[in-house]
């Protein structure tokens, strides 16, 4: 049932409750209806008066659980949740509509009505004695001008909205009604009608505008005025004072709550209850338990002035100091939300429900005149990184800190046990000449210059056989920032659980053991979500969309198997998105230590990877405070810094393509990043040395190959596969248009295999169709066709029409030449003197450029194979007077020819058809 519905409901049971009434003399005044902030009914409130005798009737209207309209207040608890069953604001869905505009507050509906007509955000919570019953949330850290009618019940109303607005961070501005010339009981309704009496012609336009001039109390007038409200004490009465149940000294202000106090001493929070029936004489009563030492230490709110929350501090049960801001909406619903988290960081709370409720009114309602900005991410925000208990950075503002905010406790990896020097000397500066483990700990510190930099995200990914020391490089890189055994995570758990964490790593480092554990089906959407720092959209309970999670970050992960293998397992394929996203390098050093480049620690790899643990275990956490103090002392200066070492790192790859520039990039982010670690003296190392990552990254290029090109890679692998697994089987052998009748039929047939050369020819429709994807059938002809593999007798057209001699008529084909099976694209070289193992110490700046060339991919070793020699670039065949000249240009130097318009690649046949040798004889083709 819409609200249309509704509405019209509510008008036929108003009119029928309301004819016995005016019968008696009342007039109908109104129904003014409450909604949400999305306009859905709420309840209804009927005002009627008796213009005779004054008096008024007013009643709410509502639907009962059954759905039957009553006569009292709704369960506020469940038509309005947001409220925690408070009554929600008048014209709540206006409040929600424009959150930037002033908000009017009035005594009253009617009032409120006639400044909305003026076009003012305006509502009310009715009278002095409702203020306390009604949801003010909604406007936390507005801009509030509060009118209050010139009685003595409109200073008591004001004092307590006043109260209200100033808990929740409302900028407050109140009307001078002295000087509106009003009479005794006057509000904004007179004050129009005395601007109308002086101007009859007044327009609503310019009656907002006065509104908007008038004179608003000053900080003294208003504590006057308010302080004027409260009793003044005889000059014979005495200061009320408590009496002391206890002679230990309190640990904060107490707060005056319903007849009692909540008082805060070192052993817990206690509300006591006393009798102050004679103010010259309060009595202890009782006092209830409500939790251990808890304190609301400052008000916190988001830059936008939404998100309010308050930042609360306690001890757990061995003295560990706990700190959160925790947002105020909690409250708002299920307590026990809260209630457990705080639980789960050591807070000891009442078991006692009566006395467990206290703890909401506590945290909500005590006065805290210090302010802090609350953030949502870790990480970098402007000058100043926020931890999930303090700040480094920027300007310090001892007025408002800034504060990790979330809806839990978060449960902070980072820690710290013993010294930096301790870890530097016995972790770090001895794997100073390891390759592998120099490159895990330069990852450690990369992730923090992902954001000053602008650069994505991205991730590496050890790969090497059991037992070869892949998940010591996690733990030595982990003790950067925490205990290795809790900063390290498994790939064993969800995308969604991972997302969580991912943002919980924001600007950092995160590492991840053992690929083999996350669903092969998964790891392909975790890759792309981790890199490009995006959680899934999602949907808040009324339909809008939620704010997705984000993060920058940089990974190391480890496995037996590559993510390719992984993915393959369960038939799906990596593209070069993937796999540029997560660079994969060799575990082995190749040194015959298997990850280590020397024994430095133990006589064994096994024992120094043992030694390597304990040490990880036992020191650990201070180099990444460390880091952090050095990169935020002049945050523009650590970019400037940051972005030279990585010129001169690329200034050793200036010939590489797009895609494996890409790589290389983040490559030389996690070189800077252990090179500036090494200058404010964290790692030990001398100048130079974290270039050891460029030996990881020559293991990666002679891997993937310095063209880049791994699509086009992969696409012919592709088929390659699908040959190696079909050839045999759904290729139907041809070798002449004469098939004798014994041959055997060929079942599925995705085409033919031309015995005479052992070439293969696709059928178009299947090819397009079974055989291509996930690629694009297009993209694959392309780079078959530029990699001098595919078969073309009709000019510029991928297709291959078979001769009359093979096929007397038959739709062109897909012709693919016999040497793609043994087609293998070039690897590149490292740097000179390496060749992707070797660690040679030298200086970002001084290493030499590649000098050795890369074999053009598409370029073949010979074969020597006569059955296939037709398939190989630059032959003839055909007839002395008619050859049939086939050639392959390699693919880069296609790729290239194109883009300086040289020759363009020629991969064809002109074979007529008449002079074509019979099949079953050879060709003279000396």
């Not at 008082?263 to 009595?283: A, H, M, Q, R, W």
């Not at 945290?363 to 999930?388: F, M």
């Not at 696409?715 to 699908?722: G, L, T, Y």
Request: hydrophobic residues 35%; negative net charge.
């Amino acid at each position: 049932m819409d609200n249309n519905d509704i509405i019209r409901q509510v008008e036929t049971y108003v009119a029928k409750i309301s004819k016995p009434q005016i019968d008696k003399g009342f007039t109908r005044k109104i129904l003014h209806i409450y909604a949400d902030a999305d306009s859905k009914f709420i309840y209804g409130k009927l005002r009627l008066k008796n213009l005779t005798t004054g008096d008024k009737y007013i009643r709410s209207i509502s639907q009962d659980s059954a759905g039957m309209w009553q006569m009292k207040d709704p369960d506020f608890k469940e038509v309005y949740s947001e409220g925690g069953g408070k009554k929600p604001l008048y014209r709540r869905h206006d409040l929600a509509c424009d959150t930037e505009a002033v908000v009017y507050i009035f005594e009253g509906e009617q009032k409120a009505d006639l400044a909305n007509e003026f076009g003012f955000i305006a509502t009310t919570s009715g009278g002095s004695t409702q203020v306390n019953n009604y949801h003010w949330l909604p406007l936390a850290g507005r801009d509030i001008c509060l009118w209050a009618d010139n009685d003595a019940a409109g200073v008591q109303w004001l004092e307590g909205v006043y109260k209200e607005l100033n808990a929740i961070g409302a900028r407050i501005k109140i009307i001078d009604i002295d000087v509106l010339g009003l009479a005794e009981k006057g509000d904004i309704v007179d004050w129009v009608e005395l601007q109308r009496q002086a101007d009859p012609d007044i327009t609503h336009q310019q009656l907002a505008g006065k509104i908007k001039e008038l004179d608003t109390l000053t900080d003294e007038q208003l504590s006057i005025i308010l302080a004027d409200d409260l009793p003044e004490p005889s000059s014979d009465s005495i200061a009320v004072s408590y009496p002391e149940w206890r002679k230990d000294t309190q640990l904060n202000e107490p707060m005056v709550h319903e007849g009692g106090r909540f008082e805060l001493y070192s052993d817990g929070l206690f509300f006591v209850k006393y009798d102050d029936s004679d103010p010259t004489n309060i009595l202890f009563k009782l006092k209830m338990f409500i939790c251990s030492p808890l304190e609301v230490i400052a008000t916190a709110r988001d830059a936008s002035n939404k998100n309010w929350g308050r930042l609360l501090k306690w001890h757990d049960a061995d003295g560990v100091i706990h700190q959160w801001s925790m947002p105020v909406a909690l409250l708002q619903s299920d307590a026990r939300e809260y209630r457990r988290e705080l639980a789960s960081q050591g807070l000891n709370i009442t078991i006692n429900r009566k006395q467990r409720d206290y703890l909401d009114a506590y945290i909500q309602d005590y006065p805290s005149k210090k302010r802090a900005r609350c953030v949502t991410k870790l990480g970098w925000h402007g000058e100043q990184y926020v931890l999930p208990d303090h700040t480094l950075g920027g300007a310090v503002d001892a007025n408002e800190v800034i504060v990790y905010q979330s809806a839990h406790a978060i449960d902070s990896t980072l820690s710290q046990q013993g010294e930096l020097a301790q870890w530097t000397d016995k972790v770090c500066k001895p794997m100073a000449d390891q390759s592998r483990l120099v490159f895990s700990l330069c990852c450690a510190f990369a992730g923090q210059l992902l954001e000053p930099l602008g650069s994505d995200g991205g991730g590496f990914h050890f790969m090497g056989s059991s037992s070869m020391g892949k998940s010591i490089s996690l733990k030595l890189a982990a003790s950067v920032w925490g205990n290795p055994e809790r900063y390290v995570k498994t790939w064993r758990t969800t995308d969604n659980a991972l997302e969580g964490t991912a943002s919980e790593y924001n600007d950092s480092f995160l590492g991840l053991d053992e690929i083999s554990e996350c669903d092969p089906k998964k790891i392909g959407n975790i890759i792309y979500m981790l890199s490009n720092g995006q959680g899934k959209g999602r949907s808040t309970t009324t339909g809008q969309n939620r704010t997705a999670n984000k993060w920058r970050l940089i990974f190391l992960s480890n496995g037996e198997k590559s993510v390719q293998q992984q993915m393959a397992e369960v038939g799906q394929s990596t593209n070069a998105g993937i796999e540029i996203r997560t660079a994969h390098i060799d575990a082995d050093a190749g040194k015959g230590y298997k990850m280590f480049d020397s024994l430095v620690l133990a006589n064994s790899g096994a024992a120094q990877a043992d030694k390597l643990t304990e040490l990880s275990s036992t020191y650990y956490g201070t180099a990444g405070i460390a880091w952090l103090e050095y990169i935020t002392m002049d945050k523009a200066a650590t970019t400037i810094t940051a972005k030279a070492l990585i010129d001169d790192f690329m200034n050793q790859y200036d010939n590489l393509a797009p895609q494996a520039h890409r790589v290389a990039k983040r490559f030389a982010i996690v070189a800077a990043a252990g090179e500036m670690a090494t200058l404010a003296g964290i790692t030990g190392w001398q100048a130079g040395q974290a270039a050891a990552v460029k030996v990881c990254l020559d293991n990666w290029l002679d891997n993937y190959g310095r063209d880049g090109e791994q699509e086009q890679r992969q696409i012919i692998k592709h088929i390659q596969a699908f040959i190696e697994q079909h050839g045999s089987s759904r290729f139907e052998p041809r070798r002449s248009h004469r098939c004798p009748d014994f041959e055997p039929k060929t079942s599925n047939r995705v085409g033919y295999r031309n015995t005479n050369t052992g070439d293969y020819l696709f059928s178009v429709n299947t090819f397009d169709m079974e055989i291509c994807p996930p690629f694009n059938a297009k993209k694959v002809l392309q780079v078959l066709d530029e990699a001098g593999l595919l078969i073309r007798n009709q000019g510029d057209r991928k297709a291959y029409k078979s001769p009359k001699t093979l096929f007397i008529e038959r739709d062109p084909f897909y012709a693919v030449k016999a040497h793609i099976l043994s087609y293998e694209g070039d690897k590149a070289t490292g740097t000179d003197g390496t060749n992707g193992t070797a660690h040679i110490q030298q200086a970002l700046d001084t290493v030499p450029h590649l000098k050795t060339p890369l074999r053009p991919l598409g370029q073949l070793e010979p074969h020597r194979d006569e059955a296939s020699q037709l398939s190989h670039s630059q032959k003839s065949t055909g007839t002395a007077i008619n050859p049939v000249i086939t050639g392959t240009v390699p693919l880069s130097q296609a790729s290239q020819s194109k883009k300086v318009g040289t020759v363009k690649p020629q991969s064809f046949i002109n074979e007529p058809d008449n002079e074509i040798p019979p099949f079953g004889s050879v060709g003279n083709y000396s």
